[in-house]
């Protein structure tokens, strides 16, 4: 399993996958905001299609290796998402990858509409639903763990000041 | 296995599958076309989010027990059909149930949208996609089997016959 | 605050929130699913656009409260889970409410598709939506919390062998 | 609070606020309409999502400080021109800026279809939307300015001639 | 011109139009909001379509007759609100009327989708965009009416209230 | 060929077709609308799918028998006006019947979005298209046959008289 | 009026008329085609929304001088062609010229979902739509003109000829 | 008939069709595909609307031809799928071409939408479509190819490992 690149030894606690290598563009802001954040987690990609039985032993053994919260992203009949959640209890959380044709509206459908019974947390389609789907990981985590807590109270606060401290949009 | 009732004791050649009993309504206008065109076929429930496994074992399966295509039905995040094509190499073809909210165009999308590597053939959404994915399972084997082939003739040949001998819409 | 009926002393530790009184025949979906699960839970009709002090209010309190998951439902222009989410660093889940005209294809997009640095999780339009958002909350409880856990799993193991039980459906 | 340049030393009557900096690109349009129909404004970055508090500030404080007209831009989940008019009485005049992955239809429906109670005049998605408001604002205020009402014929009657002059599309 | 029942002898000064008889059932809501407000108006059916010389004497007489905001419904191709605006600088509200087919996507379009130079502030689909028409139009007239400010002002305090007073939706 | 009933023994001069006996709920509003400006027309079900070969004969054999105007409806994937088009020089007007699950949309896109080179002028989707082809077929006819121009002119007059002696929607 | 170049002293005899100057890189292949064909035509601006005057006299003036058939091309909301149609009983021909936010698609309904009464036959979106607005007024002429007749069976021929010839998409 | 290069004077067992040389820019992904599992099939231009005779001609010779399967390929309203399937018996796949406006939903609703009694299997929009329109195909073969069998599974296989071996996209 890669782990991500200069943390610490301590274990991935959030999986970041996605559904072929050209959602990386997309979901590298996932990974980014998740590093600013202090949090230690995992990148790869797990095809639904191609590689189904990836997809189902990564999703049973998330949990085991200290997994706390998975996101995931694909794009057009994006089915990653929905079956990493049919096969973990976990919270999964989903970023629609902008699609060539449709611009990510196949995406969206495909992992917001899941029908009752398995949940999957959606982001917005694209680079700002890849963002969030690491700041709602790290809400989570927050919860629980006081440094991400206040990591993401700090994240949150420099944002509110980046824009008060650049009102005019004219300069 | 369900079998189709008053079919003789030979395999099911075709296996109609639908993600839950609500998709029931629109898949028994394939099964009844089938049934039509005297095609030994199988019945059953298999919920990509409700029963994953089963959904891999189901497919891992068909081809041993003589399935030649998999007729699969669903709604909304529709994963079914493309799961199942994901884990066989056998011609799926899907059919996206009318959903509720979006008609339908959540679970079109959904099954039609999926990345190259993996096909599904997609039929219409509902009833009329239903009964086609039927007929279109039908030509597939009509190729080699010719008891199928005049059936499937016929079938044409009647609804052919059905709107020449009807073309007043005012009677 | 109005706490959940027949639940014990102890605090709510989800809340959930509408927009509207209207709003209620879909999250009720949700608080059910709670209730099934033990968790304790609030339920209010908070609306961003005729009590925006309110919502202002209930998002600054909660963490004090000891609410840990914030689910909130809206239709149409639905701004109250992405105005919750602007004031509380909680996880939000949105449920996306049917609406009349273009049934919850506004709400959907008005809820998901979030600017990064404020997220949401959005579930799937109407009560399919508002099960899962109860089940996904229960997933993050269930971090820490193994009577969350176990009732999850129970819940999820009593639903795929419901679908197994009744494979055929036919009958 | 940023006034415009070269305007008198009046007090603005309209403000101009968007989401974002990058907003800007589109709301400038609002701003050079109104400048050249001669009404003082003023144009700032006010995040829904991002400055909450401003925004009810800014809401809270706006009919005191003179500006009769609100024009607020945002793209995507936009809920700053709703969230405006439920913390002022001012008309609010909303303009969907053209988001990248739906190209505005996010941001039309977050915007529009705000529920019965408090009201959101919207303009189109874009810079066409941008010059209108700026025109819809200067139509309220020429209710009671001559010189405006004045300014605001004049700027119509100039677009007809334009048009009238140039009746040839290949020349 | 059908002048508003139950008022008094004073003129109207908001005109209530719609292209259609079958529109009033949605415009009814901008009519008693009015009303509700004690603001004089009139309603009358003008077509563009049907009526098109009608349609330009209406809004070439407005102004002259004292009215202040025209507040026009249409549904599907609804050219109603944008030719109105065309020929008066008076501030036009549009409502799209929902639609049979397109559910009101088709007349949402239509009206808020004009280009650069005149503009119509439009409403949400249906009912919620004829009554927010309304509140709307009183928002303007509130600028230099005192009488109307406070009735404004009280109807939005009153719709506050009612929600704090019913915060359980299971009540 | 059915001719229309009623009519004296003169040939046909518009044809109107139709994918399928269902659509005659639509497509009796442009029978209807022909009849009432005394234009004889014919009237059958044609079905581009299902009687390929008679949808090449009538295109085919239409300008030999007299018909001078197609009018042809159908829903769905809409293959019937623009395959008429394909096979006859006449002027061809389709109306896009509302379909179950997307309302008409697909029929709307499958009969306007014809490629260069082979026109079909698109009605409304539903009734309203159909008699609109009606009118717009008579208006056709009416540029050499003063009767149908009379009639024409006649129609649109009483309509608009109609809207202008119910001028008050609450009568 | 702007009689195109290269053609006769004859009076024109379809009118191509567009809402803006920009519409023309769309309208010119209506313009092209008609003089491939032979037939005398005009062209010119007319904005409904910045010359409503201007298309009333045009469309009252049309039939007086010649006039047949009315092309008309707008883009988002489109009223031009339907308010020709209003105020003349010539055939009118729309064509929806691709917007920028929305591709044109709200070009499409605002042209082609006219309400019963008033038609409008619309044309596929952008250049394709404009091409055969030209083939589509050109079979109208053809009724009544052998030379037009002529010239557009040649077209068609001379079109499915290179198909014919150029049977090989790889050379 | 255009044979595909380099394969061996055996019949070709697929046919490729497109309505339009532009189309090859997608369609060539089919072939290539095909080529690349040693599938001899032919391609050809064939326009439903351009050249409506050679559609007829091509649809019921291709079975005598030994045509198996049939792969057609075409954009906006695209009917040359449904209507090959109107005249053949064989298995029809369409690939919704990605058109200028809409993006490929009017070829994706033309295509897939059929009407119950003439099935067309329709796969994703663009150049994913007709990569799968061939492995679908090649599925359908392969139930009594064992050579095609065989080198699907080694496509599908080799698809696996390359995820597999690639598992880390930031390398």
Redesign the interface.
Known sequence: M?SN?GSEASAPRIGVV????S??ET???ASTTLTRLGIVHE??????????D?L?DYADGARGRGI?VIIAGA???A?LP??L???T???V?GVPV?????????S?????????????????????GA???A??AA??L???DPAV?EA??AF?AE??R???D?????T
Chains 1, 2, 3, 4, 5, 6, 7, 8 share one sequence.
């Open positions: 890669t690149k996605m559904g072929s290598r959602d990386w979901m590298e802001h990148v790869r990609v797990v095809s639904a299609h191609r590689t189904p990836l189902f706390q794009g057009g009949a089915h929905g079956m959640a049919a096969k209890a976990l919270p959380f902008q699609s060539k044709a449709l611009n990510g509206m196949d969206l459908l495909s992992i917001a509409q899941m029908p009752a019974g398995i949940p999957v947390g959606t982001l917005a389609i694209g680079r700002a963002t969030n789907a700041l709602l809400s989570v927050a919860l629980h807590a993401l109270d949150r944002q509110t980046t824009v008060l650049n009102a005019d949009p004219r």
